[in-house]
């Protein structure tokens, strides 16, 4: 019982993979992991594009609503690589709280 807590708790608080790896199912932790990132990454970039047409804004001297049409057009990434974290998350919180392992 204690083992399935702190696998849960590595999936659920910490990133999702953790708890796989730590049940000894390398490969699915190592492609949840992967797949984590790639969704972090994504939403880093598509976010601080996002800043960056801020600080142009700022800089060029645009309207409120240019920015927001700018800043807006980026919004459908974020949507899909929030929701693609999202159910890597719930995945892994699942699969590490009822996966049967060795450990």
Same mark, same amino acid.
């Given at each position: 019982?204690?083992?399935?807590?702190?696998?849960?708790?590595?999936?659920?608080?910490?990133?999702?993979?953790?708890?796989?790896?730590?049940?000894?199912?390398?490969?699915?932790?190592?492609?949840?992991?992967?797949?984590?990132?790639?969704?972090? %990454?994504? $939403?880093? #970039?598509?976010?601080?594009?996002?800043? +960056?047409?801020?600080? !142009? @804004?700022?800089?060029? /001297?645009?309207?409120?609503?240019?920015?927001?049409?700018?800043?807006?057009?980026?919004?459908?990434?974020?949507?899909? %690589?929030? $929701?693609? #974290?999202?159910?890597?998350?719930?995945? +892994?919180?699942?699969? !590490? @709280?009822?996966?049967? /392992?060795?450990?």
């Amino acid at each position: 019982m204690a083992n399935r807590i702190k696998c849960i708790a590595l999936s659920a608080l910490v990133l999702p993979g953790l708890g796989q790896l730590y049940r000894g199912s390398r490969v699915k932790g190592g492609v949840m992991l992967l797949l984590d990132n790639i969704f972090l %990454l994504g $939403g880093l #970039f598509v976010g601080l594009r996002s800043a +960056g047409k801020l600080i !142009a @804004a700022g800089r060029q /001297g645009l309207t409120p609503e240019q920015v927001l049409g700018a800043i807006q057009m980026d919004a459908p990434y974020v949507k899909w %690589l929030l $929701g693609g #974290f999202m159910i890597v998350w719930a995945y +892994g919180v699942v699969d !590490a @709280a009822f996966f049967k /392992g060795d450990n």
